[in-house]
């Protein structure tokens, strides 16, 4: 039995980008009409690699510096998410740029909530498999206050469950403009613990 199941929900690339900074003090990054993803993500982005180094996100698990899997390839964001995180700064138009993003999409609800270990398949097969929500940062508001004085201090409430997924290539491929993604799930149930099995 499979242990990942397609569903009726795709959603549309509607933005392509590249970090072109780690850490820096504030984000840093470029838009694309394509991006080339292999094993270790996009070549000569800021967060690709197969491994990386830990950060503050996972302090719980390594200490800072310790070398890890990179799950962290890429960072996807969502049109509808994004639009309501700019509502609340009072922007008209949050700019992937300022958020680092690798891609934007538009068409699937609730999207930083999708199950971690969903993937993202386009039709030539390309697969992207989802980490976890990525959480709001710092680095992110001070880019935004650069970029419009008075609007990035609210980012990390206002983007609170709204920042996207982290996610990392499963199947490499080019990944164009005006792709559709088809979206599995995986099979199991919500964890319960204590509860029925």
Request: hydrophobic share 40%.
């Given at each position: 039995?499979?242990?990942?199941?397609?569903?009726?929900?795709?959603?549309?690339?509607?933005?392509?980008?590249?970090?072109?900074?780690?850490?820096?003090p504030?984000?840093?990054?470029?838009?694309?009409?394509?991006?080339?993803?292999?094993?270790?993500?996009?070549?000569?982005?800021?967060?690709?690699?197969?491994?990386?180094?830990?950060?503050?996100?996972?302090?719980?698990?390594?200490?800072?510096?310790?070398?890890?899997?990179?799950?962290?390839?890429?960072?996807?964001?969502?049109e509808?998410?994004?639009?309501?995180?700019?509502?609340?700064?009072?922007?008209?138009?949050?700019?992937?740029?300022?958020?680092?993003?690798?891609?934007?999409?538009?068409?699937?609800?609730?999207?930083?909530?999708?199950?971690p270990?969903?993937?993202l398949?386009?039709?030539?097969?390309?697969?992207?498999?989802?980490?976890?929500?990525?959480?709001?940062?710092?680095?992110?508001?001070?880019?935004?206050?650069?970029?419009?004085?008075g609007?990035?201090?609210?980012?990390?409430?206002?983007?609170?469950?709204r920042?996207?997924?982290?996610?990392?290539?499963?199947?490499?491929?080019?990944?164009?403009?005006?792709?559709?993604?088809?979206?599995?799930?995986?099979?199991?149930?919500?964890?319960?613990?204590?509860?029925?099995?």
């Open positions: 039995m499979p242990a990942l199941v397609p569903t009726d929900h795709s959603c549309t690339v509607t933005w392509l980008g590249r970090s072109t900074a780690r850490d820096a504030r984000v840093r990054a470029e838009a694309a009409d394509h991006l080339v993803l292999d094993f270790a993500g996009v070549e000569g982005e800021a967060h690709a690699g197969l491994t990386r180094p830990s950060c503050s996100r996972v302090t719980q698990q390594h200490p800072r510096g310790t070398e890890i899997r990179n799950v962290r390839q890429l960072s996807i964001v969502s509808e998410e994004m639009a309501l995180i700019a509502a609340e700064l009072d922007l008209e138009r949050l700019d992937p740029l300022w958020l680092g993003a690798t891609l934007v999409v538009e068409g699937i609800a609730d999207f930083s909530h999708l199950p270990s969903s993937r398949q386009a039709a030539s097969g390309l697969t992207l498999c989802i980490d976890m929500t990525n959480e709001p940062c710092n680095i992110v508001s001070a880019t935004i206050e650069e970029a419009r004085p609007h990035g201090k609210r980012f990390r409430a206002a983007a609170k469950g920042r996207g997924v982290t996610a990392w290539v499963e199947r490499p491929g080019r990944l164009d403009l005006g792709s559709a993604l088809r979206l599995h799930v995986p099979r199991q149930r919500a964890w319960a613990p204590g509860g029925a099995s």
